[in-house]
Structure formats: structure tokens, C-alpha cells
């Protein structure tokens, strides 16, 4: 079967209702009946509902190193000191081999923040007696409670309830008996009823972590103790065998084990996903560096700011497109039109896909978006002029409209594609320099770009045809003025 | 028909005319450099009542911060650029003190601090970035213009034409650094990224009427050939121009603040853009094409030129 411009209409007024659902804010509407909720939101940027950017970097004592495995263990803590802060989106990454980005948009109190992110992490590992500690408990330990450690313990414990689907897992010396993964634990992580918990090692006594593999085969966190406190753990750990102990970070349970047999230097944790494992040791890793973070970088946005420049940009964007669609219209005149509403679908469809892909907002971005406004109608005027000069060599209307879009296409496609590598390289600058606000104009650039493409070649296309098909719009008035004669024979025909 | 390419020497004295004057003030160290690349600290702060900048500097001074620099913007807000100041650091808490006890209170609405190593390496990603937008745009024309006659030259045109854009943005920010202190930053660099992707943009279009027109060899010679394909994507050029000065202009007039030297940057690259497209790119292929057939190049017959052929 052939398709009919109708078929290619009727697909587009699908994606546009589809994408004005995606767009539209209520999450409650639902045509179909569906129980499934979008979850989508337009994230703001930190210039536009304020909030704190740090770059920190890694200064570790003389002779020692960091290196990506330690970087990402700190990045860990970094996040769940952050999850203490009540910041909704927080963006933490590392960068290079030495430095952390940290965005914190909508924070209130950058002053606090900045002090509780550069705090050196404390890591201990705790005796807990007969009951395994569920992960994520904040605790009380001999070197001190959580409001010494940092603003993380706000008194609530984010507890996850139980530590994981493998249970709580075992330590062991090496060579290891076969372990015993301990009872799901159901119990609620609170221990802040005065408990004080022995701290046995803490993280400078470990010499190393690294994943390994027990003796049938499957991967499990091996670790290494210097040398006084080897005989220390020794001691502890023939004395508490069946008890358990925990892996605490900045007062808060990031694991829980099983006591199996007596640790001296080197003993390994088991009964965990290798996920699991992994994230236990670059915990271990950046632990036992205890690494100093220096900021070197810092933005600041007070949340009037931003909010004043959204409005002002939104405003601005409609000025801008209004004007736009006047000058198609007046210039262009039906095929303006059209070209006006392929316009209004593209800042529909553009919309839905920052809301699909969760791109954050930024002043940038929106001026990227409204820059590709402008952007998005040369695909249209190209084949405009194209199709005139189809008309000016007395073609058949029908012929001109595929005509202008044929010889209209390798100059859409190479611009498009050059506009699209400076998008690319920009994203990877903005990477670099750590600005979500380079980067927000890059992609919202880009995917601009890419639908302009789609809405100029497939909707621009598909209207004009189905005018034609429907015999609406053969009036040669309606194209401009020089090439009359020709239209108007093609509308006789 | 208007003869573009045969008046091109006049065109050329025009992208001359705004270039050195640019050169000149570029020379004479106008391009102010912000923070993103020095280093140091922009911080914005609103008070309830009028600020006098000089009051505020002499607070500054007081703290240690001589060299800082105080401007005042609109709604009692101060401006105040100097060196690294750290957020929560005992130094900026004793700053706010003193501008609460002398002024009021006060909210801050922004503090930026960039290091000075930072400042450097952003520097030098930004002149690669630029770089790399080059080399992938050249290799890019070399391979969508390859069945052409010949696509490398295509390309350096482009490239030149660019380069151009890129110069004429710097020179104009020089100028507008030395007469009213305007500041570049890495917004600044994103607005030339920007603009030499646009100008390519627009240089392509041109580029491939001319290589259409040679193929159809719809002229005698190529003088002809390149101007009947000016005069035809003309319109368009200046017309998608056109739209895209709309709404970067309504961005200006009516958008917020903190973006209005980046919309600015915009709008000058986009301008000399379209500029540099038409009157520049594809009359440099008029003049390649000349020095070759007139072998006033043989000299370099081992150059560009030949090497090309």
C-alpha cells in the first residue's frame, strides 16, 4: 500500500498529542486508563533555582596517591553526606583523576555545605555484638556520635531496613571456612538510644581493599591491616567469633558481617553481589587514604536570581517566536503558514524530549532553545526558495513542493550535521570546565537541531502535500507573488 | 544581476575595516579576561539601601582585599570582583560582617570562585575546544563535498571564513573591554563555539549551490558560476539570518541579565556570520581558483594550491 500524505498527518497528530501529554504538568491525566505515572519532571539548573557548585580536589599527604578507584570511594561518601542535606537533585561526579564536581541546586545554606563536603571521611569498623546492624543506621561509636561527624545525622537515620537481598554478609580470615550469610535483619535502624559501639580499626590502619575470590570462586572484598592493628583486630576477632561487626562511614553503616574466624593481617568479607563488592572496596580504598578535598572552584546562585531570569527568558523566547512566525507569514505567505505551525510542533516535540531525557534547565539552555528556533525555520526557507524557483521554471505545483524538498536536502543535512559536531565538542568543553551550564546549552542545541531537521523535512512536508491533495491552496496569491502564472496552471491541471 | 564577486575586493576591505581596529585593541590587552580564566572571585550582593562602591572598598580594604574591584548594578547590587574568597571560609565571614555592621543586611546572590589553576586549564581547553570544532568541521566539508571538485579547498574557505567570525567577536569584546570593562567568560567561549558552527552552517548552503551549479555548468566561467549561486541563496541567507537576529534580539532586549554579554556574543558572530558566508567564504574560491589558472602562485606550486589540485 502507498502511503497518502494523510497517513504521515495522522502519525503526527499522534506524536503531538502524544507529546503534549508528555509536556503537560498534571501527572493525574491519563486518557487511556493507564496506571502508570509519567515521573517526569523539567529539572531546573542551578542558575535558575539557586543552589551551591563546588569542584573539589583531591590534596593528599605527601607520598601518597589518588587514583580513580579512591576518587570514586570518596565520591560515594560524598553522596550520602549530600543525601543528609535535603537537596532534591543533587548532580555529584568525578572528574580526571583528582577532582569532584558537586552541584547542590535549590540548597539554602552553601555556607554549611561546603564545610560538611570537605570533611575527611572517618572510616571504622565497629563491634555490634549479637545483632547485625541493618545498612544505613547512624550510630554512635567510641570516637564519637554523629553530630561530631558531620551535618549528615540529622537525628532520622536514612535507613535502607534490610541490607540488601544477600543478607547481611560474613567476614572471615583467610584461609576461610565456609561462611555463614547471617539473618535478614528487619529490625529499625535506630541506635541512637545512647548506644555507644567499641570502634576496633579505623580506615588509617587499613593497608589495602581489593576484590577477590574465596575459595569457591565468587567474587568477595579482601582487605589488609597494618601492623599494630592487625594484632588488635586479631585479638578482637578470636574473641567475638558468631558476633558481628560493621563497616561505618562517617558514623552511618555502609555493610554488616559476621564474625567466621580470627583476622590478623588479611581476612575478606563475603555473601555480597559483586556490586556490592565493588562499592565495599572502593569504600575500604578511600577510607583508608582519608583524602583532604580542597575547593577550588565555587559557584553561588541566590533563588532570585534565577527566577527572575526564567521569566524574563520565557517572555523573551515568546517575543522572539512570535516575531518569527510573522515574518514566515508575511514573507512567505501559505507556505509561511505552515512552516508556523511545523514550528509550533517543533517546540512541542523538543519540549517532550527534554522532559523524556530529564535535561536540566539552564538560562543557556533556554537561549539555546530559542536560538534554534530561529535556527529551525532555515530548514523550512531553504526549501522554500527552492520550491519558488521550481515554480519560476513553470512546474506543476505538486512537482515543485517534492522537488524543492529534494534539492533542499543535502544543504539542510550538511549545515545540521556541522551545527551538530560544535554541539558535540561544546558538551565535552562544558564537561571539562564543570558547567551544567555549558553543557544544558549544548544539548538542548542539539536536540533542537535534530527535530528542526525532522519537523521541517517530515511536517512542513506532509502539510503542504496534504494541501495539495485536498486541492486547498492552489490560489498563487497564496505563495508570494512572481510565479503566478505557473502556480495557477498547476492549479489547473 | 549584482556582481558580487566582481566587486569583491570591496568586501573584503569591509571585514578588513572591523577586524583591525579589533586587532589592534586586542593587541592593546582589551579583551578583559573574567574569573573563569584568572581565577578569583565575583560575588553579588543586594542591600536594602543605596551602596556606595567606594564605602565598600574601603571595607574591602580593611579585610585585606585592596585590589578588589566594586561595581554597582541595578536594585542596590554590588558587583565585587577580587581574589579567591572561599565559601564558609573565615575570611568571607568576617567580610560579611563588617558589610553587616556598616550597611545592613544583606543577601548574597552570588559568589563564584574559580582557582587559579583552574582558570588556566579552562584557558587552554577552551583554545582546543576551538581547535577540534575546526578540524572536525574541515574534515566534515572534505567529506560531504568529495565528489566536488575539490572538496579540501571547500573546506579551507569555510574554515577561513570562520576564523574570520572568530576574530571579528574577539576584536568587538576588545573593544567593548577597553571602553566599558567588559568581561569574558566561559559563556563567552560557548557563544564562539556557537558561531562558528553557525557560520559554517551558512557558508555550507552557499557552497553547495556553488557545487550544484558547477555540475550543471549553468555559466561559462567559475566568476560566474560562484556569483549566480550568491545571488541565488541570498535570500535565504539573509532570511534565516534574520530570524535568528529576531529572537537572539527579543533574548536581548527582554531576557535576564546574567546572559545578555553571552546573547550579545551571539549576535555579533551570527551577524558577521552571515556576513562572512556571502561576502567573504565563496569569493575566496573565486581567488583560489584565479591564482591557480593564472599560475600567479607557481611559486608555491608545492603549496595549498597545487597540492589540492
Not at chain 1, 540529622?154 to 541490607?163: D, E, H, K, L
Not at chain 1, 575500604?284 to 575547593?295: D, H, I, M, Q, T
Not at chain 1, 560544535?422 to 551550564?437: D, H, P
Request: glycine share 10%.
Amino acid at each position: 500500500m502507498r502511503l497518502k500524505p494523510w497517513h504521515f498527518l495522522i502519525g503526527i497528530l499522534v506524536l503531538a498529542l502524544l507529546s503534549g501529554w508528555i509536556i503537560y504538568p498534571n501527572d493525574n491525566v491519563n486518557p487511556l486508563g493507564w496506571s502508570w505515572k509519567k515521573n517526569l519532571a523539567i529539572h531546573e539548573g542551578l542558575d535558575l533555582q539557586g543552589g551551591l557548585q563546588v569542584l573539589l580536589e583531591a590534596h593528599p599527604p605527601k607520598g601518597q596517591t589518588v587514583d580513580a578507584s579512591v576518587l570514586n570511594g570518596t565520591k560515594d561518601t560524598i553522596a550520602r553526606r549530600v543525601n543528609g542535606l535535603g537537596v532534591s537533585e543533587p548532580v555529584i561526579q568525578t572528574r580526571g583523576n583528582n577532582q569532584i564536581i558537586v552541584e547542590l541546586p535549590g540548597l539554602k545554606n552553601p555556607e554549611d555545605a561546603v564545610k560538611v563536603l570537605q570533611e575527611t571521611a572517618l572510616l571504622e569498623i565497629v563491634s555490634t555484638g549479637s545483632t547485625p546492624l541493618p545498612v544505613g543506621t547512624t550510630i554512635t561509636t567510641t570516637l564519637g556520635g554523629p553530630e561530631q561527624a558531620n551535618a549528615t545525622a540529622s537525628g532520622t537515620p536514612t535507613a535502607a531496613g534490610t541490607p540488601g537481598a544477600s543478607g547481611t554478609p560474613a567476614a572471615s580470615g583467610t584461609p576461610a571456612a565456609a561462611a555463614t550469610p547471617a539473618a535478614n535483619t528487619t529490625a529499625t535502624p535506630t541506635y541512637n538510644n545512647g548506644q555507644v559501639f567499641q570502634t576496633i580499626v579505623q580506615g588509617k590502619d587499613l593497608a589495602d581493599a581489593y576484590p577477590t575470590t574465596n575459595q569457591v570462586g565468587s567474587l568477595v572484598v579482601g582487605f589488609e591491616l597494618k601492623g599494630a592493628a592487625s594484632d588488635k583486630f586479631y585479638d578482637f576477632t578470636s574473641t567475638n567469633q558468631g558476633q558481628y561487626m560493621s563497616v561505618v562511614v562517617d558514623k552511618q553503616v555502609i555493610n554488616s558481617a559476621s564474625i567466621n574466624g580470627a583476622i590478623r593481617t588479611k581476612g575478606i568479607i563475603e555473601g555480597m553481589t559483586p556490586d556490592e563488592v565493588n562499592k565495599l572496596v572502593l569504600q575500604l580504598k578511600s577510607g583508608a587514604l582519608a583524602v583532604p578535598l580542597e575547593v577550588v572552584q565555587s559557584r553561588t546562585v541566590g533563588a532570585t536570581l534565577g527566577q527572575d531570569s526564567i521569566r524574563k527568558s520565557i517572555e523573551a523566547g515568546l517575543v522572539g517566536l512570535g516575531i518569527v512566525m510573522l515574518f514566515m507569514i508575511l514573507y512567505y505567505r501559505l507556505p509561511g503558514l505552515l512552516a508556523d505551525l511545523a514550528l509550533l510542533l517543533y517546540a512541542l516535540f523538543s519540549f517532550a524530549i527534554f522532559k523524556l531525557l530529564g535535561v536540566t534547565l539552564t538560562l543557556a539552555g533556554i537561549a539555546g532553545f530559542i536560538l534554534s528556533i530561529g535556527m529551525a525555520v532555515d530548514a523550512n526557507v531553504l526549501i522554500f526558495a527552492r520550491m519558488k524557483e521550481e515554480l519560476r521554471l513553470h512546474r506543476p505545483l505538486s512537482t515543485a513542493i517534492e522537488l524543492g524538498f529534494d534539492h533542499a536536502w543535502p544543504s539542510i543535512r550538511d549545515s545540521n550535521i556541522s551545527t551538530m559536531i560544535t554541539c558535540a565538542i561544546l558538551y565535552w568543553f562544558g564537561r571539562y570546565v564543570g558547567a551544567s551550564i555549558i553543557q544544558g546549552f549544548a544539548l538542548t542545541l542539539f536536540i533542537g537541531v535534530a527535530v528542526s531537521m525532522f519537523t521541517a523535512v517530515t511536517v512542513s512536508r506532509t502539510f503542504l502535500r496534504t494541501m495539495v491533495d485536498a486541492g486547498v491552496g492552489h490560489h498563487p496569491r497564496w505563495y508570494g507573488s512572481d510565479y503566478g502564472v505557473a502556480a495557477q496552471a498547476a492549479a489547473g491541471d | 544581476m549584482f556582481d558580487v564577486v566582481a566587486n569583491r575586493k570591496w568586501f573584503f576591505i569591509g571585514s578588513a575595516v572591523i577586524i583591525v581596529p579589533g586587532l589592534v585593541f586586542l593587541l592593546l590587552g582589551g579583551l578583559k579576561l573574567g574569573i573563569d580564566f584568572t581565577g578569583g572571585s565575583l560575588w553579588e550582593v543586594q542591600f536594602k539601601q543605596a551602596v556606595a562602591p567606594a564605602d565598600a572598598k574601603t571595607i574591602l580594604g580593611d579585610n585585606g582585599f585592596g585590589d578588589a574591584q566594586v561595581q554597582t548594578a541595578e536594585g542596590n547590587v554590588l558587583q565585587i570582583r577580587l581574589r579567591e574568597l572561599k565559601e564558609g571560609s573565615p575570611q568571607k565571614l568576617a567580610l560579611e560582617n563588617a558589610f553587616r555592621a556598616k550597611f545592613g543586611d544583606f543577601t548574597q546572590l552570588q559568589l563564584q570562585t574559580v582557582g587559579p589553576t583552574v582558570g588556566t586549564s579552562i584557558s587552554q581547553r577552551a583554545i582546543l575546544a576551538i581547535a577540534f570544532a575546526s578540524i572536525g568541521i574541515l574534515c566534515y566539508i572534505a567529506y560531504a563535498f568529495r565528489k566536488a571538485q575539490h572538496p579540501f579547498r571547500f573546506g579551507v574557505c569555510a574554515i577561513i571564513a570562520m576564523i574570520h567570525d572568530v576574530f571579528v567577536l574577539l576584536g568587538i569584546f576588545a573593544i567593548l573591554g577597553y571602553f566599558f570593562n567588559i568581561e569574558i567568560d566561559s559563556l563567552f567561549v560557548t557563544a564562539v563555539l556557537t558561531v562558528i558552527g553557525f557560520s559554517v552552517h551558512d557558508t555550507i548552503v552557499v557552497f553547495d549551490r556553488v557545487r550544484e551549479n558547477t555540475i550543471r555548468r549553468v555559466a561559462s566561467s567559475y566568476e560566474e558560476i560562484v556569483n549566480y549561486s550568491l545571488v541565488q541563496t541570498m535570500v535565504r541567507s539573509l532570511n534565516t539570518s534574520l530570524t535568528v537576529v529576531f529572537t537572539l534580539l527579543a533574548l536581548y532586549l527582554f531576557g535576564g541579565e546574567t546572559i545578555k554579554n553571552f546573547v550579545l556574543a551571539l549576535l555579533i558572530g551570527i551577524v558577521s556570520g552571515t556576513y562572512s558566508s556571502i561576502f567573504n567564504a565563496s569569493l575566496l574560491l573565486v581567488v583560489w581558483d584565479h591564482q591557480e589558472r593564472d599560475g600567479i602562485l607557481r611559486r608555491f606550486r608545492r603549496g595549498p594550491a597545487t597540492a589540492t589540485a
